[in-house]
């Protein structure tokens, strides 16, 4: 068990196969995705924190919440009798969140697996914006979702759907199975681990939620030059779209996956129309 402790995820971790790194993020890539997500994961998670019906006085806890722009939002949704709290692996994203810290709003590091810093039925809202398929494993983390929240709080996801891969992820994959890339498999074929409607009903039975709301919605997304797509791909995985490359392959991997990619650009840019997850529950 003491050896288990020692990296930092407990006994979680001996479940956690093919789990992202979290040592891939950059300066570059955190300032990246704080511009990139301004138009797209922000947007979403706006309309989450809409759904979730959040008023004035509550406290929130955006948990996986990057750099903090839709924390900052739901501060001002709370307002000064309410108080957000964003909490984040990546010590580069908490130190850009940090700028945005205000008297109800604050950050820290910390992981969705371990939440021991906060207290029992301490917050009335948990969200997860673009946040639950970057999760190994689901039913700990909603486990400390239930613990965190009072009877009657609610939990409120956006994510990937199961079986939807963006077609840039697609040609990725293609050309990462090919030579000379191949000789570097990543552990798992995904980089992530979306569930589906069904699977999202049942680990909120299990962990003590009932499901308010579980919705497969269409989701169209534009990158506006192949470029565009790599870049997006890359600040949103925090390094690990192709963090499994060494350096050189890592940079013809780019070049190669950007001719590709060339093919599906239109006078409107790489559409992409996909379906994504959204799902809210409050805890029993
Ligand atoms: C695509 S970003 C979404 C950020 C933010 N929620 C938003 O709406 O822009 C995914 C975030 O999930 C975080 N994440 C990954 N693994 C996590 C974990 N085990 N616990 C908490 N957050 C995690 C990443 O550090 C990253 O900031």
Not at 29 to 44: G, H, K
Request: include cysteine; glycine fraction near 8%; proline fraction near 6%.
């Amino acid at each position: 068990m003491g050896s288990v402790r020692e990296n930092g995820l407990g006994a979680a971790n001996l479940r956690l196969v093919g789990a992202p790194s979290l040592s891939l993020d950059s300066d570059e890539l955190a300032r990246d995705y704080e511009r990139i997500s301004a138009t797209r994961q922000f947007q979403s998670g706006q309309r989450l924190a809409a759904e979730l019906g959040i008023v004035p006085g509550e406290r929130v806890l955006d948990l996986g919440c990057g750099t903090g722009l839709l924390a900052e939002h739901i501060s001002d949704l709370v307002g000064p009798q309410g108080s957000v709290v964003g909490i984040d692996p990546l010590p580069l994203r908490i130190e850009l969140a940090r700028s945005k810290q205000r008297p109800n709003l604050s950050f820290e590091v910390g992981d969705a697996f371990h939440l021991d810093m906060l207290q029992d039925s301490s917050f009335d809202v948990v969200i997860m914006n673009a946040v639950f398929h970057w999760l190994p494993e689901k039913t700990r983390p909603l486990l400390e979702c239930a613990r965190v929240l009072h009877p009657g709080g609610r939990v409120g996801i956006g994510t990937m759907l199961k079986g939807h891969r963006t077609r840039v992820h697609q040609i990725a994959s293609k050309v990462l199975s090919e030579p000379p890339f191949d000789r570097f498999p990543r552990p798992r074929a995904q980089l992530t681990f979306p569930v589906d409607a069904e699977e999202m009903r049942a680990f909120f039975e299990m962990t003590g939620f009932s499901a308010l709301l579980i919705e497969v919605r269409e989701s169209t997304r534009m990158w506006p030059s192949p470029e565009a797509a790599i870049s997006f791909s890359e600040a949103s995985s925090f390094g690990n779209f192709l963090g499994h490359l060494p350096p050189e392959l890592k940079a013809r991997a780019r070049v190669t996956i950007r001719q590709r990619l060339q093919n599906l650009m239109t006078a409107d840019g790489i559409i992409h129309h996909g379906r994504r997850l959204v799902a809210i529950a409050a805890r029993r």
